[in-house]
């Protein structure tokens, strides 16, 4: 069946680094944009970051541009989140999301998510 | 930037009709998905481009987008509807998100 599997999250210092990972299965991955979006505890959801089916087209919400970076290894079907300079702001729980549309060219819905891995950025 | 405006909490008795509004400049111009979360849970695509119902997903289930408001609607709710849901839009490549609704059924 499809899913999605997230890892790399734990507890880490204001000011390091960290990456997380999304292995997925069950479906054809690179026919697929992906996304990263978070919650912090007790809060709602804030999308974090999408890339599209190929890589090419890539996009960050404001509060992580230029801190985070999106990547994705079609041939491990597996996506990326590379996380730097960390804050206690970005303490939350990180999904990754499958978008809904087959080889779209922009995003669509978030059809299919994984369970989730936590982040703690606390000294 | 773009906001998604959802009020805070919805209640519904047991087998009646609930709504749960989204509201945006021109909300009706885009598209609009809706997510269920149920606590501990990841969240669930129960609506996606206004009014359009994934695979599984029950047709008590229901939503349409027009001017500046979203509705999204559950009929003859049942207990294991009571969660949190949100609206989601796409807006100049930014992924927005409204504050979500904590639906209870009383």
């Known amino acids: 069946q499809v899913q999605l599997v997230e890892s790399g999250g734990g507890v880490v210092q204001p000011g390091g680094s960290l990456r997380l990972s999304c292995a997925a299965s069950?479906?054809?991955?690179?026919?697929?944009?992906m996304n990263w979006v978070r919650q912090a505890p007790g809060k709602g959801l804030e999308w974090v970051t999408f890339?599209?089916?190929?890589?090419?087209?890539?996009y960050y919400a404001d509060s992580v541009k230029g801190r985070f970076t999106i990547s994705r290894d079609n041939s491990k079907n597996t996506l990326y989140l590379q996380m730097n300079s960390l804050t206690p702001e970005d303490t939350a729980v990180y999904y990754c999301?499958?978008?809904?549309?087959?080889?779209?060219?922009?995003?669509?819905?978030?059809?299919?998510w994984g369970q989730g891995t936590m982040v703690t950025v606390s000294s | 930037s773009y906001e998604l405006t959802q009020p805070l909490s919805v209640s519904v008795a047991l087998g009646q009709t609930a709504r749960i509004t989204c509201g945006g400049d021109?909300?009706?111009?885009?598209?609009v998905h809706w997510y269920q979360q149920r606590p501990g849970q990841a969240p669930l695509l129960v609506i996606y481009?206004?009014?359009n119902r994934p695979s599984g997903i029950p047709e008590r289930f229901s939503a349409s987008n027009s001017g500046n408001t979203a509705t999204l609607t559950i009929s003859r709710a049942q207990a294991g509807d009571e969660a949190d849901y949100y609206c989601?839009?796409?807006?100049?490549?930014?992924?927005?998100f409204g504050g979500g609704t904590k639906l209870t059924v009383l």
């Open positions: 021109n909300i009706g111009r885009k598209n």
């Open positions: 989601q839009v796409w807006d100049s490549s930014t992924g927005v």
């Open positions: 069950g479906f054809t991955f690179s026919n697929f944009g």
């Open positions: 890339i599209r089916y190929d890589g090419i087209n890539i």
């Open positions: 999301a499958q978008d809904r549309q087959r080889s779209g060219s922009y995003p669509d819905a978030f059809d299919i």
């Open positions: 481009r206004d009014s």
